[in-house]
């Protein structure tokens, strides 16, 4: 069954995010160290804020590591944060932070639409 679902979403084109010029050019630089920590902050929070508008319910974290990188921890919901539990996925970059959200609503859709 769960298969079967997956091979749904997969083929579904779903829900999807804006994948800027910006965050492209900072996923680049995130490659070799050198992204504007700032910026990286204000599009991860962008991704984050268009998520919620499309639908997404989990829970995120946003924080700088060592002044070296900019982090958000995806969470399925504020419990799972509250309780202190494992984190779903984290991401330093935006590209994989808009695929876990987008595979998460989607999957929520197809099933939702089963």
């Known amino acids: 069954m769960f298969k079967k679902i997956?091979?749904?979403v997969l083929r579904h084109k779903g829900i999807k995010l804006a994948y800027t010029k910006?965050?492209?050019?900072?996923?680049?630089?995130?490659?070799?160290?050198?992204?504007?920590?700032?910026?990286?902050?204000?599009?991860?929070s962008r991704i984050l804020d268009e998520a919620?508008?499309?639908g997404w319910q989990g829970y995120a974290v946003t924080y700088e590591v060592n002044n070296e990188e900019v982090v958000t921890d995806v969470y399925?919901?504020?419990?799972?944060?509250?309780?202190?539990?494992?984190?779903?996925?984290?991401?330093g970059n935006c590209k994989g932070l808009i695929k876990c959200l987008e595979d998460i609503?989607?999957?929520?859709?197809?099933?939702?639409?089963?």
């Open 22 to 44: 910006e965050m492209r050019k900072q996923d680049e630089l995130w490659q070799t160290s050198k992204e504007d920590l700032k910026m990286m902050y204000l599009l991860q």
């Open 105 to 114: 609503m989607n999957l929520k859709k197809t099933i939702l639409n089963y």
């Open 52 to 54: 919620k508008q499309k």
């Open 76 to 91: 399925l919901n504020k419990e799972d944060y509250d309780n202190q539990t494992e984190n779903f996925e984290s991401f």
């Open 6 to 8: 997956m091979k749904l």
